[in-house]
């Protein structure tokens, strides 16, 4: 692949993210679906009361700290569902869950039935966080989410601008 030719595939992709950033929100799926998951928490707006439901801790799973663990507390909030998920009426209460992640300090000061302020996103509540602690590491706010389908879909479609303008980038049509 000449110089030229990349060039003009990144030039593709490019076009094809704009493209599919303005399409997708006017088709009903939320921007929060299309970003990934901690630039849509640094971004969220909502705001819930949550209680922890419980609390875990595991064996570290690296090798070179055999013996730590690692801590974590559950917690449960209810918000309104947003109208994209279709899975409830709009606008009713549903519940939803997070898991923080904490230090043993952190962990050894809380306890099961504590209140806590939750952060999420009206568009998507399962990406969730508790400010001071972070983002959640449940469902939804892990980095394998839909957004990673947002991306493969932009590299689809330039790819597919890419073949549809191949003579602007010394492809020859045979």
Do not use: E, K, Q
């Given at each position: 692949m000449t110089l030229k030719r990349f060039v003009g595939y990144v030039i593709c992709v490019i076009v094809?993210?704009?493209?599919?950033?303005?399409?997708?929100?006017?088709?009903?799926?939320?921007?929060?679906q299309i970003l990934p998951p901690p630039m849509v928490y640094n971004t969220a707006t909502g705001r819930a009361p949550g209680v922890i439901s419980a609390l875990r801790d595991k064996p570290s799973g690296n090798p070179f700290r055999v013996g730590e663990r690692i801590y974590f507390f559950e917690y449960r909030f209810q918000a309104r569902a947003p109208q994209s998920l279709g899975v409830a009426k709009p606008g009713t209460a549903q519940n939803y869950s997070g898991t923080a992640r904490v230090t043993s300090s952190v962990y050894g000061a809380i306890k099961v039935g504590q209140p806590v302020n939750v952060v999420y996103d009206v568009t998507y509540p399962y990406i969730n966080g508790i400010p001071g602690v972070g983002r959640s590491v449940g469902e939804g706010s892990n980095i394998?989410?839909?957004?990673?389908?947002?991306?493969?879909?932009?590299?689809?479609?330039?790819?597919g601008l890419f073949s549809l303008?191949?003579?602007?980038?010394g492809q020859t049509q045979t």
């Open positions: 094809a993210v704009v493209l599919l950033s303005f399409v997708l929100p006017a088709v009903g799926i939320p921007r929060s394998l989410s839909g957004w990673l389908l947002w991306a493969g879909a932009a590299l689809v479609l330039g790819l303008t191949g003579s602007l980038w």
